[in-house]
């Protein structure tokens, strides 16, 4: 199994970070729990992506494995609290990057959406890599 280029890393990667944005601060009258786990879905997701865009070599598997780890472990570090923790996620960037409140239930979200997205990346890795200077018929 081949790799990824990075270019195609990063385009998924903002691409995965724009839709998340716009689930969650975009008013599009989607229903609170689309909003939730679309969110944290696709947060996960971008996990994933950038994983996979560290270790271009890895499977989709290992890189899943990893992504669900990374992305338990932060939702584990909301059980922590320091007055300077505490005040970084009541920032936009501790928003987006660490989250507010624990949940189990978004564990589950996270490991759900780097499964769909290992199935995406193995199917992308798997396409068909036109030679230069080849046309295909």
Same mark, same amino acid.
């Given at each position: @199994?081949?790799? *990824? +280029?990075?270019? $195609?890393? !990063? ?5 995965? @970070? ?5 689930? &969650? /601060? ?14 944290? @879905?696709?947060?996960?997701? @971008? ?6 865009? !560290?270790?271009?070599? &890895?499977?989709?598997? =290992? $890189?899943? /494995? !990893? ?6 472990? $932060?939702?584990?570090?909301? !059980? ?8 970084? *996620? ?9 989250? &507010? ?11 759900? =959406? ?7 990346? /193995? &199917? ?11 046309? +295909?018929?």
């Amino acid at each position: @199994m081949r790799g *990824r +280029s990075f270019a $195609v890393s !990063l385009a998924l990667i903002g691409v995965t @970070m724009v839709a998340g944005a716009a689930i &969650r /601060f975009v008013p599009l009258g989607l229903p609170h729990v689309v909003v939730k786990y679309g969110g944290s @879905m696709l947060w996960a997701v @971008m996990i994933y992506w950038i994983v996979s865009a !560290l270790l271009p070599t &890895r499977t989709p598997f =290992a $890189v899943a /494995f !990893l992504a669900a780890g990374v992305a338990t472990a $932060v939702e584990f570090l909301k !059980l922590f609290h320091t007055p300077a923790f505490d005040a970084f *996620r009541l920032t936009l960037p501790g928003i987006l990057v660490l989250g &507010r409140f624990f949940s189990v239930w978004d564990i589950v979200a996270y490991w759900l =959406a780097i499964a769909v997205a290992a199935v995406i990346d /193995f &199917r992308i890795r798997d396409l068909p890599v036109e030679e230069p200077g080849h046309a +295909s018929l």
